[in-house]
């Protein structure tokens, strides 16, 4: 079933609107009223998307994560460094786009959303990695999980990682997303494939 082209355009009006309400104030001084006048959305209509401001930010911000972080792998198709360098421009892509909203992502990692923000992208984040370590167990990567348990163990431990770099960077005032993406591909586990690695 295909999207309504007009939820599509009412959610972006929301979204845009409560990116320029959060350069102003904290999330949780923004009411449900303000954010409509804001956006031209009628309230009714926006409880058709959420059932509060902290809500929508929340479902909004992690599915833009989760849609950048999208990262197409065949099991034999490509090298394993080829499908690691595919989630470093992820990251890179993540990285600028966070960079952009600052102000939105500033907010959902502050005191009143963090925890639930923090879990609602590492699940994002965990789903992707799981699916790199199921090419590389098929590839047989040296050092790479192998079982159903330890692949769920190194998925978690990855996105875990990954979402501290990503509320770090949120939270600094750097700009430079190449480099910061490759200081976070070096802290990945020794096995994850790196351009240059003996096979």
């Known amino acids: 079933m295909r999207p309504d082209p007009r939820q599509i355009r009412t959610r972006q009006a929301l979204v845009a609107a409560l990116t320029r309400l959060l350069e102003r104030r904290p999330l949780d001084e923004i009411t449900v009223a303000e954010l409509c006048r804001e956006a031209g959305v009628h309230r009714t209509t926006f409880y058709g998307h959420a059932d509060g401001v902290p809500e929508f930010a929340l479902a909004e911000f992690s599915r833009d994560i989760d849609r950048i972080a ?9 090298a394993p460094e080829e499908v690691a360098d595919r989630y470093l421009s992820s990251m890179r892509r993540i990285l600028d786009h966070i960079a952009e909203e600052r102000a ?9 959303t ?21 090419v590389w167990r098929e590839q047989r990567v040296p050092g790479a999980p192998r079982t ?3 692949i769920e163990q190194a998925a978690a431990y990855v996105a875990g990682g990954l979402v501290g ?12 997303a190449s480099a910061e993406a490759a200081r976070i591909a070096t802290l990945m586990p020794a096995w994850w494939p790196r351009r240059g690695t003996q096979r």
């Open 70 to 78: 999208e990262v197409d792998v065949e099991p034999t198709a490509e």
């Open 104 to 112: 939105g992502y500033r907010t959902l990692f502050g005191p009143v």
């Open 114 to 134: 963090r925890g639930i923000f923090r879990t609602a992208v590492d699940d994002r984040l965990r789903h992707r990695a799981r699916l790199a370590l199921e």
């Open 148 to 150: 159903e348990e330890a």
């Open 165 to 176: 770099a990503i509320e770090t960077w949120a939270l600094s005032d750097e700009t430079d």
